[in-house]
């Protein structure tokens, strides 16, 4: 009778120690990851609605391109995203707003900097 896994009397084999200590240096690096990129993309999640709501607003139909930008970046300094003037498009057709940001996020990591690419846009209908 041939055993792949336990020991002689049938019962399962201790894990090494090293195999320990590798999945929690794994797990911790995984959590930590999750600290510093989860806040970025919560705020952006709340950026984008916040442009989809400005894009369905009929009221954005009105409004002129420069206070649309200045209204979008200072939601996006509350939220501390490095959204610019120029990283705003503005299209217009006669019964619709398309609103269309892009800007990146450097997350500075312990070891390793990694820049997050984000495209929130909205159109209304």
């Known amino acids: 009778m041939e055993r792949t896994a336990g020991d002689e009397n049938g ?6 120690a ?4 590798l999945g929690a240096a794994v797990l911790l690096a995984l959590i930590t990851l999750g600290a510093f990129l989860t806040p970025v993309y ?3 999640l709340e950026f ?13 139909h009105d409004r002129d391109d420069a206070l649309i930008r200045s209204s979008l970046v200072d939601k996006a300094e509350q939220l501390k995203l490095p959204v610019r003037f120029e990283n705003i ?3 217009r057709t006669a019964e619709a707003v398309r609103i269309t940001v892009r800007y990146v996020v450097h997350v500075d990591l312990l ?12 159109g209304s209908r």
């Open 11 to 16: 019962g399962p084999r201790p894990v090494a």
């Open 18 to 21: 090293w195999r320990l200590a």
């Open 42 to 44: 919560l705020h952006n």
């Open 48 to 60: 984008q609605q916040y442009v989809s709501a400005m894009a369905e607003d009929p009221k954005t």
């Open 89 to 91: 498009q503005i299209a």
């Open 111 to 122: 070891v390793y900097t990694v820049d997050l690419h984000f495209y929130p846009g909205a």
